[in-house]
């Protein structure tokens, strides 16, 4: 066997055997031990008193992460939490942790059912738990503030560049479809006080987005209303919101929210979509690995799936709207400006002419 030879296949088993390491992850957030970290290194004694774990086993567990620098083993064999499980307390900022327990408790039963998926096309999820995602989320109050906190912990990580990549000062009215629990509106509102918001979501994402407004002291300037995005998105908006929409859906889908949000807007309005915006060619590089990894994901979960610039302009057009600009975020996020497409295209402004540059 050649070295190269050798050396991918020990690369090819270190990515089969990569799950362990997830699930694993999920078994010490689940029992609460980076956060019990939080105050101090801990021995595996210790920890396994406190929440109840086989000491032995966990003692493995422990180490096991160290060396994907989740905790890491003091000299007297105590253990503390290393980079990435600090990352997984839930005091860090853009805190993994609900993302963890997501997965603990649906998500990675999905992932399992991928070989399912490819042969079917359906979403193991849908035959895991007998509903679809977003049912399962309406039938379980718990879960579904679980996952209003995975979605407002991720924005953290990239509300700046959002604020940064796109000016909505001069917006008088933000419409945020699929708003979740508000996280994302309520710091946009927060950084442009003459800004108005109307958030549209299931009936239970609204009311937690109400709750949070009126907590933040935006309940005057900021409305939550529950509805279906696929019939109907509120009038009167200047700017509409769609992060993390998309991806969730099948093409036709997205082409449905996609006119909604069309059949509401005025000439001037525009339309603000945030999502992870793939490279025709994949490359192999970690942020082309994430994109990978929340493809994966979404093939699994819900009908959607990643795309690039290239087929977000073909939904758009489809929806009679016009893609303006692409601007990078972080990793391979994007944001994305689209614009009504005009029936007369004659009748389309030098200025937005001038902006035509994706
Ligand atoms: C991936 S989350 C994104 C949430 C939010 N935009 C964010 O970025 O944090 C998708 C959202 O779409 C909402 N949603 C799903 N189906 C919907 C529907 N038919 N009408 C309105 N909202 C819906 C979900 O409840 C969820 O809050």
């Excluded at 918001?197 to 109400?210: C, K, M, S, T, Y």
């Excluded at 919101?241 to 309005?269: G, N, P, T």
């Amino acid at each position: 066997m050649r070295p190269e030879e050798a050396d991918a296949a020990v690369a090819v088993r270190a990515l089969l055997y990569a799950p362990l390491a997830s699930r694993a992850l999920c078994s010490v957030a689940e029992l609460g031990i980076p956060n019990a970290l939080s105050d101090g290194p801990l021995s595996a004694a210790e920890l396994a008193r406190d929440t109840g774990a086989h000491e032995s086993a966990l003692h493995q567990v422990l180490t096991a992460l160290t060396a994907f620098e989740v905790f890491r083993v003091l000299p007297d064999g105590r253990f503390a939490l290393a980079r990435l499980g600090t990352a997984l307390t839930a005091g860090a900022p853009a805190s993994a942790l609900p993302s963890a327990l997501m997965a603990q408790a649906l998500s990675a039963r999905a992932w399992q059912g991928i070989p399912d998926t490819v042969r079917t096309g359906t979403p193991a999820f849908d035959k895991e738990f007998g509903a679809d995602f977003f049912t399962v989320l309406d039938q379980r109050p718990d879960l579904r503030d679980l996952f209003d906190a995975t979605q407002s912990r991720d924005v953290e990580l990239e509300s700046t560049a959002i604020l940064r990549a796109h000016d909505f000062s001069s917006a008088g009215t933000l419409v945020d479809v699929g708003g979740g629990d508000g996280a994302l509106l309520g710091h946009i509102l927060q950084a442009h006080p003459g800004l108005r918001g109307v958030l549209l979501d299931r009936p239970a994402a609204a009311a937690a987005a109400r709750a949070r407004f009126a907590a933040a002291g935006l309940g005057e300037r900021a409305e939550a209303r529950s509805g279906d995005f696929f019939t109907a998105v509120p009038g009167g908006g200047d700017v509409y919101l769609l992060r993390e929409i998309l991806h969730d859906w099948d093409d036709e889908q997205c082409v449905a929210v996609l006119a909604a949000c069309r059949r509401a807007m005025s000439a001037h309005a525009r339309l603000v979509i945030v999502e992870l915006a793939a490279d025709d060619h994949p490359g192999t590089d970690a942020d082309a690995r994430m994109t990978a990894l929340m493809t994966l994901y979404m093939l699994s979960v819900l009908p959607g799936r990643e795309r690039t610039p290239r087929e977000f302009e073909a939904l758009l057009g489809a929806a009679g709207l016009r893609l303006a600009s692409v601007s990078r975020l972080t990793g391979q996020k994007a944001l994305l400006v689209a614009a009504p497409e005009p029936a007369d295209p004659s009748a389309r402004t030098s200025r937005e002419r001038s902006t035509d540059h994706v």
